[in-house]
């Protein structure tokens, strides 16, 4: 009898919540990687697949393996393809050791690797595009660990001076009035491996468009696992969903061992049809293949209807 060919692998999972693309990869333990295109973004870099290395920011949440084992295949592989170097958002607490890490490969390849490390304190922004910030935040893992969100800024004029002749704002501007404020608009939000805790409801998080959130445990006797390793279980995520304000929350990080449709199940009872519908799973590659189909139907409907 010939022997097997090796398992395909598998897919990078994907969803289109307009106008975000998230992509990526997640399972608990082995790898996590979640790209935004649009936002010329990652979130961690368990391993790295080729789509991610377009993008020219990695946002790093925590030192464990299965979140930062591609990082310095992702910044070398940026530089041999010509890509420009990578920039590396983290943590301040981990940057020593991610810069011990990259100098590591420097003896290892005999050249140097052009990167950029950006070393962030709790409530320290960076800005990734035009008025587009990332803002880091603690949660709760048993080890150094941000989340972030992804906030765009927008200056807009204040209300008392709504109406007034250009003339006039012109005036008081050149006399030094503050005539803008500025509007914080909550984009994304990235939890990376975290218990839950405050972060979840602070108000860049609860107010974002889009959420990715791992939920590692789904069994109803997993609750004490889900404690002791600082993760979230899906009674966590029902509960949570009441007082968030998102399109969509997407949900990775669950372990080889839950299936989708297990996953699903376990959620639906928990938090019920309705608090469920804005759930998405990034590795349920089958409804969210179904879902890009409609997706896709609808946009040729729409065209038909307008040509
Ligand atoms: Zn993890
Ligand atoms: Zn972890």
């Given at each position: ?162 109406g007034m002749p ?58 004490d696992r889900a ?81």
């Open positions: 009898m010939l022997p097997k060919p090796p398992p395909r692998e598998g897919a990078l999972g994907f969803l289109y919540l307009p106008p975000y693309r998230v992509q990526g990869y997640s399972v608990a333990g082995e790898a996590t990687v979640v790209q935004a295109p649009e936002l010329d973004l990652c979130f961690d870099m368990g391993f790295c697949p080729r789509a991610a290395l377009a993008s020219k920011v990695v946002a790093v949440s925590h030192g464990h393996m299965d979140h930062v084992g591609g990082l310095a295949y992702y910044c070398s592989q940026r530089v041999f393809q010509g890509m420009g170097p990578g920039t590396l958002v983290c943590d301040e607490r981990l940057a020593p050791a991610i810069k011990r890490m990259m100098d590591g490969y420097i003896d290892l390849e005999q050249q140097v690797t052009p990167y950029t490390l950006v070393p962030l304190a709790p409530e320290q922004e960076h800005e990734i595009k035009n008025n587009i910030v990332l803002r880091a935040f603690p949660v709760e893992h048993g080890c150094p660990a941000f989340g972030y969100a992804v906030i765009e800024k927008r200056s807009k004029l204040r209300e008392e001076y709504a250009q003339e006039s704002l012109r005036e008081l501007k050149k006399k030094g009035v503050e005539i803008t404020r500025i509007l914080e608009i909550p984009l994304m939000a990235y939890l990376g491996d975290t218990a839950p805790g405050p972060p979840l409801v602070r108000e860049d998080v609860r107010r974002a468009k889009v959420i990715i959130s791992e939920c590692t445990f789904f069994d109803a006797d997993h609750r404690r002791v390793g600082n993760h979230l279980h899906v009674d966590d995520v029902a509960e949570w969903l009441g007082v968030l304000e998102c399109e969509a929350l997407v949900l990775i990080h669950a372990s080889r061992r839950t299936s989708m449709a297990q996953a699903r199940r376990r959620l639906l009872d928990a938090a019920g049809p309705e608090r469920a519908e804005r759930v998405h799973f990034l590795m349920d590659h089958r409804a969210n293949r179904a879902r890009y189909d409609r997706q896709r139907a609808d946009a040729d409907a729409a065209q038909a209807h307008t040509a």
